[in-house]
């Protein structure tokens, strides 16, 4: 099969690959930092990579793609409980990471490995042999295991193979005419689909390049659109914190202007967002629709129509129909017929690690993957996302929150007799997690912000109830069911 990284197997070059803050790689000290990486985990399996939003982090992960194996990023602020469902579940051979960072205790018993990203000062890093030689390796083999929250349970590792990441950045490539001279800016986290695979692999897969602001803020965004970057990727939150900026920042204003992409995904960009962003820049932000276990479905194209609420058209290679509850396929272009979206083509994972049951409930009988979001289709083919089907997963911040891994959690706080999770809408994070809490002792009942932390250090900070609300009992059904739809707005 043909190389992931082209640019990095033909004759790496010194053009610019990699930029975080000061440090940047070019493709030739990519290619050797990279190449390194391979030749020590070259016959692994899965290999843990301590995500931080790092050289090291993107070096690590092309390094193992280059030797075949497959990455397992892990957010490195997870909580312990979180991180030892992954590594059991993952049973990674050993784990990557910068030099110095230090690792939790569930980390400590696996071999670790040092991740060296050459001098990472932009100068030329020799020592590597230039153009690392990529392992042949079958398009069916896994890349990537992300793991990624259901409504109940633990997160599930949906097992990515190279193929969907191939066609995915490919299928992105003509719908948005990305080439070799984009330069992307994002300050996304490197242990999801939408930063890692977008963000990193896509710019590389190119030949372009990317540069990762360590962490999201405006200032960021405008020191880089306005110093030749060309494209921006972010989550609605982010975009709505640069429409809430910019009435006071001009050259905020200016650099988006120059752009010439603007990408928001993960959520939905709320219309009054797009609107505030098109007055100030003259410019529309473009949507595109994905999931962790499909890669990308649809993209508004940049010689398309950008439309506000809108994701857009199936990308090249995406099959994707609405179907109702009784199954029956949903064919109407008519802007109101509602259906749940499924999928097929080469974007999709293969399977959820060790979970052939959840594997298998995810797939309709002749292939389609059920996204579990709700959509009509417009008369020219555009999608518009009206809803999803489970309330108890939440979107927060981009990031796909499990109520029950939630509950679950706040269980297991000696102050709560029981408790139950939901989602409210928020302007900045487009929903935020709601607690609803029966105190063991309503005398003296457990603060906000002591279970707060209590769920950001077992499972992960952006899992952390925003907002707790304290009841005598929670309502349920005559089955003992909590009833969330009936507990006080
Ligand atoms: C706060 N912090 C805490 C606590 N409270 N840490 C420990 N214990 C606590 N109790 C820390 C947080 O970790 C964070 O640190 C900082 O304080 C601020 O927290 P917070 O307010 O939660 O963060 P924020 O500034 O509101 O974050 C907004 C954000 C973030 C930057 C937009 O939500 C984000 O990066 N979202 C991206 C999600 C994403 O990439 N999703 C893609 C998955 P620090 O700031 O240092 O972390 S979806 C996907 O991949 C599919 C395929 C798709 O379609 O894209
Ligand atoms: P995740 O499981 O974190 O990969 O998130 C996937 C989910 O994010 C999808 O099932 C959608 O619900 C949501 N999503 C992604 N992009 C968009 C978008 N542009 N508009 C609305 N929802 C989106």
Known sequence: ?????????????????????ERSLTYAELAAAAG????????????????????????????????????????????????????????????????????????????????????????????????????????????????????????????????AIATTLDALADAWQWTEQDVLVHGLPLFHVHGLVLGVLGPLRRGGSVRHLGRFDTQGVTRELSSGATMLFGVPTMYHRIAEALPADPALAKALAGARLLVSGSAALPVHDHERIAAATGRRVVERYGMTETLMNTAVRADGEARAGTVGVPLPGVELRLVEDDGSVVDAFDGESVGEIQVRGPNLFTEYLNRPDATAAAFTADGWFRTGDVAVRDPDGYVRIVGRKATDLIKSGGYKIGAGEIENALLEHPGVREAAVTGEPDADLGERIVAWVVPADPESPPREGELADHVAGRLAPHKRPRVVRYLDALPRNDMGKIMKRALPS
């Open 36 to 163: 390194a990486v391979a030749g020590r985990v070259r016959g692994a399996g899965r290999v843990a990579v301590w995500a931080t939003p790092s050289l090291e982090t993107a070096v690590g992960v092309v390094g193992v793609l280059l030797a075949g194996a497959a990455a397992v990023p892990l957010n490195p602020k997870s909580g312990d409980k979180e991180l030892g469902h992954i590594l059991s579940d993952s049973a990674p051979a050993l784990v990557l990471a910068a030099p110095g960072a230090e690792l939790p205790a569930p980390l400590r018993g696996l071999r670790r490995i040092d991740v060296d990203a050459g001098s990472g000062s932009g100068s030329d890093v020799r020592g590597g042999t230039g153009a690392p030689a990529g392992a042949a390796v079958d398009e069916e083999e896994p890349a990537l295991v992300v793991y990624t929250s259901g409504t109940t349970g633990p997160p599930k590792g949906a097992v990515i193979p190279r193929r």
């Open 1 to 21: 099969m043909t190389p992931l990284f082209p640019a990095l197997s033909d004759d790496p070059s010194s053009r610019p690959a990699l930029r975080f803050g």
